[in-house]
Nanobody, 123 residues
Framework: QVQLVESGGGLVQAGGSLRLSCGAS????????MGWFRQAPGKEREFVAA????????MYADSVKGRFTISRDNTKNTVSLQMNSLKPEDTAVYYC????????????????WGQGTQVTVSS
């Protein structure tokens, strides 16, 4: 069983930064590709960023390119999302996701999910 726990959310002013972290309780963290998704009130869950098993490959939604950076530490079983130049439209619950065989932007293909952490960006 894979358990994912997000942390680091909060309230920040527009233009500010936050760093989200996701800890995974798995035997071999490097066996899982990881992703971050978000869901704003009244909207569908959307892709934010993903990182491959080794961390060599990353991908981002166009809306966050150049502002967000995904990274992972396979020795600490963590994946992080550094969010800079935050905008009010980044306000959402952010979810960490993991999958053994899939690396990409399709949420339905990720098997494991965390509970989410709230990010609120005030204008």
């Amino acid at each position: 069983q894979v358990q994912l726990v997000e942390s680091g959310g909060g309230l920040v002013q527009a233009g500010g930064s936050l760093r989200l972290s996701c800890g995974a309780s798995v035997r071999t963290f490097s066996s899982y590709a990881m992703g971050w998704f978000r869901q704003a009130p009244g909207k569908e869950r959307e892709f934010v960023a993903a990182i491959s098993w080794s961390g060599v490959d990353t991908m981002y939604a166009d809306s966050v390119k150049g502002r967000f950076t995904i990274s992972r530490d396979n020795t600490k079983n963590t994946v992080s999302l550094q969010m800079n130049s935050l905008k009010p439209e980044d306000t959402a619950v952010y979810y960490c996701a993991a999958d053994f065989s899939y690396f990409g932007s399709t949420s339905a293909k990720y098997a494991h999910w965390g509970q989410g952490t709230q990010v609120t960006v005030s204008s």
